[in-house]
């Protein structure tokens, strides 16, 4: 997803607590620069800003970033000549969506040992009922000893 010229997400929304990757295709990309970095921070407190360096690909120069619990995701790019892209002075801002966790309902993941057995059991007693169905009308015409001793 494009959500700003040459900037690409992998996904739809940025959700917190997930792993996003990002594309840049910008001036640094296309005047070929060798090293990218991005320095990014969550909310207003570029204080704990990270740098993290790009990967150069033939799509562009990408990172995988975590997002945090955060309600914004900003940030800048500069390249190893210390010149910035950071979108003429207003840097890249994103809103953080939060999904809705009231509706979402926590069960216990253990499957039932009782479950887990009736199901076994029904698989077993189905097998049987299709042997005994492909069998026993082989066995009243004598076809089943005919087509094993061919088989032999």
Excluded at 47 to 65: R, V
Excluded at 79 to 91: A, T, V
Excluded at 114 to 134: A, V
Aim: net charge negative; hydrophobic share 35%.
């Amino acid at each position: 997803m494009e959500l700003v010229k040459n900037i690409f997400f992998n996904t739809d929304r940025l959700t917190a607590n997930s792993i996003i990757k990002i594309s840049y295709t910008g001036k640094f990309f296309q005047d070929h620069s060798e090293k990218v970095f991005i320095r990014y921070a969550f909310g207003n407190e570029w204080e704990n800003s990270i740098d993290a360096e790009m990967i150069k690909t033939e799509l562009g120069f990408q990172t995988e970033i975590e997002l945090l619990n955060k309600d914004s995701f900003n940030f800048c790019i500069k390249n190893e000549k210390e010149e910035w892209d950071n979108n003429n002075g207003e840097n890249y801002n994103f809103k953080i969506e939060h999904p809705e966790t009231s509706l979402i309902v926590l069960e216990d993941n253990k499957p039932s040992k009782h479950l887990r057995k009736t199901y076994i059991w029904s698989k077993k007693i189905k097998l049987t009922i299709y042997k005994l169905l492909i069998t026993i009308p082989k066995l009243l015409t004598g076809n089943y000893w005919r087509k094993s001793e061919e088989s032999e």
